[in-house]
């Protein structure tokens, strides 16, 4: 399905160094802002209070967390689950306050404004547990990038394995470095949409490098650049439907989702738009500069006898 084609290519190789250029400096940029200012992690990584109430009616979670907020806790993190009835609260750690102090504080502000609240259970989250969380969210990060690589090496070659690895890691540092440059929190659902923008710039990734495959068996007599710009163009609509539609999907959840999603699809508009930048002018470029020719996928097979095409059949010794 294509809503327009582009009749000639578009030369998006020329201007590779340039914006290539521009990624350095961005990425350099995002790594400044995480060694200096850092992430602003979340109760599931630093530790806190989990507190579960119910209420006789369907809760209204904006005036839930304005309550919670005027006692004084930053970061507040409230949201339903189950019912509407069920509101889940995680309050941040604080010094020379206990679990116990924080779960009374706040049950007495919501009995005050609803006399029907119930506490059904709190629990401490220990920072011992927070930083298992860190650890493993880690290993998972490292697994999906070393699947990627393995994956791609094998479905084309490993220079184009290295090419949209290092593309990837682009968009993941530069999600990261925004995250610590505006002190957004950092949660378990934001590293579920970083691993997910990973996955996703992969399949743009991958389309064009299917692209490319398939231009250098068609057409024989195209140098290496036109054949990538060739590809990309060829697959702008393709990109330009699904992601869009993607975009859409996401920024309703920023728009309309509370702040339960905020920042789930703020890290993955920040991963879709560097996505499509990444497959294009980074992956696609850095694959060229390490040299694939058309020997690296296409394998030339050995002529048989009697080959018409063989300039030597039929010769007489």
Not at 35 to 53: D, I, N, P, Q
Not at 137 to 148: N, Q
Request: hydrophobic share 50%; proline share 3%; glycine share 8%.
């Amino acid at each position: 399905m294509e809503f327009f084609r582009i009749r000639r290519d578009i030369p998006f190789m020329r201007n590779a160094l340039v914006f290539n250029v521009i990624s350095f400096v961005t990425f350099a940029a995002a790594v400044f802002f995480l060694v200096t200012r850092g992430l602003h992690l979340s109760v599931e990584f630093t530790g806190g209070t989990v507190m579960e109430v119910g209420y006789s009616q369907p809760a209204d979670v904006e005036k839930v967390r304005g309550t919670v907020a005027g006692l004084g806790f930053a970061d507040v993190q409230v949201q339903t689950f189950g019912t509407s009835r069920d509101v889940l609260i995680r309050l941040p750690a604080q010094k020379g306050v206990s679990s116990a102090q924080q779960s009374e504080k706040v049950l007495g502000a919501l009995k005050a404004q609803d006399p029907g609240v119930t506490l059904r259970r709190t629990e401490f989250v220990g920072p011992q547990v927070g930083e298992e969380l860190a650890t493993d969210g880690l290993k998972a990060l490292a697994m999906v990038i070393a699947g990627i690589m393995i994956y791609l090496a094998v479905r084309f070659e490993w220079k184009f394995a290295v090419a949209a690895i290092i593309a990837n890691l682009h968009d993941v540092i530069i999600i990261l470095g925004f995250f610590a440059f505006f002190q957004w929190e950092f949660s378990l659902a934001v590293l579920a949409a970083v691993l997910a923008v990973l996955g996703y710039s992969v399949n743009e990734s991958v389309v064009i490098f299917d692209r490319i495959r398939e231009n250098f068996r068609r057409y024989r007599k195209m140098d290496t650049v036109a054949i990538i710009d060739n590809a990309i163009t060829s697959t702008i609509s393709r990109t330009i439907i699904t992601h869009g539609s993607t975009q859409v999907m996401v920024l309703s959840m920023l728009l309309f989702g509370g702040p339960t999603l905020h920042y789930f699809a703020m890290a993955l508009t920040i991963g879709i738009l560097f996505g499509i930048y990444s497959s294009v002018f980074v992956a696609a470029a850095i694959a060229m500069w390490l040299g694939i020719k058309r020997e690296d996928l296409v394998k030339s097979q050995p002529r048989k006898e009697g080959d018409p095409n063989d300039p030597n059949a039929g010769a007489a010794v």
